[in-house]
């Protein structure tokens, strides 16, 4: 396995370096993408593509249980070591399995989670399905992007060392709509002028002043990303 596809699917030692990697680099677009997000303390959450963990461990500071699913056994493996004391807790649980085919019974969760991971979903219309079959009705899903589909040279490099897709705000729109979503909202960042764009799902635009100042190496070729929709 090299370096590109431990992206899509961590294995091995170089993987569990990469997750461990991502955990730290990931971590302001992973802040940003949670402003967007309230957790209340009777909330159970399940984060897919959960990777090496951080995540739930964030939410898992105000969520009554957090759990995670990943399909490589590296992500599961590392996840379960960054959540230990959760995990003996009972307040974590993590699982191996696919988006394609959730582990998990109907209306199961309060909040889904979805961080720099819907690039790589083989049937992303599918995948949106199984996401709102495990959410409670009235539950939120959301989820978190790095790039916002711009068409750049930074892109188009990523796009072709590994197989993955780069989503526009109107792909995911129109993905989460073929399943009937509610209430879905576009939150795009614009680093460079300090504002964040949000798009509501009856056409109203408009522009915040955003003061995060937690930047990251992406910064210089990407916008980034976040949408959330109910069920
Ligand atoms: C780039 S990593 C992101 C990890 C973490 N969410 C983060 O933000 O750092 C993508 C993760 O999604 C997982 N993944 C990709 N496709 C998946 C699928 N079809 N089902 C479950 N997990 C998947 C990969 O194994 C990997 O751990």
Redesign the pocket.
Known sequence: MGFFSN????EGKLGNIQ?KS??K??TP??LWGLKHLNISPDDIVL??????G??INRMAQTAKKVYG????I??VKLSKEVNEDFIKEGKVEIYE????DLPFDDDSFDIVT????V????DIVK?FGEVKRVLKPGGMFLI?CEANGTNNLGMKFFNKVIDMTFYEDNDLVGFLDKNDFNEITVYLRDGKNKEEIIKKSDGEIFKIDDDYNNFSISDRFVEWMTVTAIK
Request: hydrophobic content about 35%; overall charge negative.
């Open positions: 992206m899509r699917k961590p997750l991502m955990n680099e990931h677009v992973s984060d897919i593509g959960c990777g090496g951080m995540n699913v990943d399909y490589s590296e992500s399995g696919n988006v394609m979805a961080f720099e991971t690039y790589f979903w083989p995948s978190g």
